[in-house]
């Protein structure tokens, strides 16, 4: 079946705009994930959505970044007021029920470049 | 501290030889899972292997196997019969107890020669 998909694969935009990540996880996976990876490094955690609800949202770095699953599928990462240091590859994971056992399956990532 | 530790940030590899890739991770809690993913020029983390702290046996998927020392807090990634598409980013990351996030660390390029 088809794995984690994330659009668009590249966004660039100017400081100060406004952007949306969107993340389509495999189906009939609940667990949703988003992370956060800076050129050079590991990714870091951001949000955890278990159905429609942000069940975990203790790496969102600030109130700029936002999250929703409104269905319980889809989701969008959406930024305030972009700033050159929020570039950096946007990942997308998911994992069938979030279970602490569980193998989160990645999507290829967004990379935002903000000028 | 840092949770998951990576302290080689390139490796070099002949084809067809075994490779070892470090990783030591600190935690208190006694429950926890250990992964590693590779993630290749294209960007896609792509998941090779897992290891609980509960297993009494040490993880294998085909090529690769994970060294899981508990008492030392090491679980090292080992690839055989190196492949020259196994160049790639390599990254060991742990969750932790009832946890949802993974911690990832800096990772490993490794980069197998012809």
């Known amino acids: 079946g088809a794995g984690v998909s994330q659009t668009p694969s590249n966004k660039v935009t100017e400081k100060g705009k406004y952007v949306e990540l969107r993340c389509d996880p495999i189906s009939g996976h609940t667990a949703l994930y988003w992370y956060r990876q800076s050129l050079g490094q590991g990714p870091e955690f951001l949000i955890y959505f278990q159905g429609t609800g942000a069940a975990d949202d203790s790496g969102l770095p600030n109130d700029r970044f936002f999250a929703v699953r409104p269905e319980g599928s889809v989701s969008t990462l959406k930024i305030q007021r972009t700033e050159r240091g929020d570039s950096a590859v946007y990942l997308c994971?998911?994992?069938?029920?979030?279970?602490?056992?569980?193998?989160?399956?990645f999507g290829p990532g967004t990379r935002l470049l903000v000028l | 501290a840092q949770k998951i530790t990576q302290t080689q940030p390139g490796m070099f590899v002949q084809e067809k030889e075994a490779v070892t890739l470090d990783c030591t991770y600190d935690?208190?809690?006694?429950?926890?899972?250990l992964f590693w993913y590779k993630q290749p020029s294209s960007g896609e983390m792509i998941f090779l292997i897992y290891?609980?702290?509960?297993?009494?046996q040490n993880a294998t998927e085909g090529r690769y196997s994970l060294n899981f020392q508990k008492a030392r807090k090491s679980a090292n990634l080992v690839i055989s019969a190196s492949q020259l598409g196994d160049s790639a980013m390599y990254f060991c990351?742990?969750?932790?107890?009832?946890?949802?996030?993974?911690?990832f660390g800096g990772g490993t390029r490794l980069m197998v020669k012809p």
């Open positions: 994971a998911s994992s069938l029920e979030g279970g602490p056992w569980e193998t989160q399956y």
């Open positions: 935690t208190s809690d006694p429950s926890y899972g």
């Open positions: 290891q609980g702290s509960y297993d009494q």
């Open positions: 990351a742990m969750r932790e107890g009832a946890g949802n996030m993974l911690t």
